[in-house]
């Protein structure tokens, strides 16, 4: 059998966790970001007033420069006057150890972005496979090793979790059922190493908490904090998150437990329902 060449390799997916050193991800500048149609309680909460375009491209492009001056390989999708969502790169997809799946886009202001996803993917010469039954979403997807979380929430449905259970026989599949309104699993908890995680207790029945804290000590967000997408910190390794200034009590748990934090403002950028997981598709971690 032959070998794959390095340059070849460095273009197959593969994460294995959520906090494994950042080496390669997908983000989309919000340049047609604006609330459009209603679609979260965050863009409910914030629709008259909607979205500042210029300070939210602005606030992404310091994202983009503050993962590359972290040596992070950023691939940036092309954005489409049809997506004003698109920003919310992780929802369109998710790596899966080697695999890279492309989502089925439960709003339909959001389907299509999809079909973006897959030409920049072609085009990079990026291998992915995609899901056939439901919708799935990947801020409902979490993986840790051998165990692949998945929010039974509004946008991900039990057909698609199940065939990510009958695709992945190997991986341990847990199903989180939540309320809807928290939008996805990753802004309700969010692994920060094997043995810590963020999380917003109320979210969870007493057994999920229960079966979440046998794994992980968890450091608990306040409910003013989580509805600033508190929980949706993005971990670039070593230890690292990134993380917003308006958030200063999980800034505070996360140094107090030893984290570096980087603080980036995404408060703009929030105002349509996500932070820093939900701009971010990692390809490549470790």
Request: aromatic residues 6%.
């Amino acid at each position: 059998m032959a070998q794959a060449t390095e340059t070849e390799t460095r273009h197959l997916p593969r994460c294995w966790n959520e906090y494994a050193p950042l080496k390669q991800v997908i983000l989309c500048p919000p340049r047609f970001i604006e609330i459009r149609e209603v679609i979260n309680r965050t863009q409910r909460h914030f629709a008259k007033e909607n979205i500042d375009r210029e300070r939210a491209e602005k606030q992404h492009r310091i994202l983009v420069n503050t993962l590359r001056d972290f040596n992070v390989e950023v691939i940036l999708l092309n954005p489409d006057s049809r997506f004003p969502e698109q920003v919310f790169t992780r929802d369109i997809g998710f790596t899966l150890g080697p695999r890279l799946i492309i989502s089925r886009m439960d709003e339909p202001i959001r389907q299509g972005e999809e079909s973006v996803l897959k030409t920049s993917l072609t085009k990079n010469g990026i291998p992915f496979t995609t899901i056939s039954t439901g919708n799935i979403e990947g801020g409902d997807v979490i993986i840790d090793g051998d165990t692949v979380y998945i929010g039974d929430s509004g946008r991900t449905s039990i057909n698609a979790i199940e065939e990510i259970r009958q695709n992945l026989p190997h991986m341990n599949i847990v199903s989180l059922s939540f309320p809807e309104k928290y939008l996805h699993l990753d802004c309700v908890f969010n692994p920060l190493s094997h043995r810590e995680a963020l999380i917003y207790p109320p979210a969870f029945s007493r057994s999920d908490l229960s079966r979440l804290a046998s794994r992980y000590h968890l450091i608990e967000v306040s409910t003013e904090e989580q509805f600033q997408l508190g929980v949706n910190v993005l971990s670039i390794g070593n230890r690292r998150v990134l993380s917003q200034p308006i958030n200063p009590m999980v800034n505070k748990k996360l140094r107090q437990h030893g984290f570096s934090v980087v603080e980036v403002d995404l408060s703009e950028i929030i105002k349509s329902g996500g932070a820093f997981r939900c701009c971010t598709l990692p390809l490549i971690r470790g």
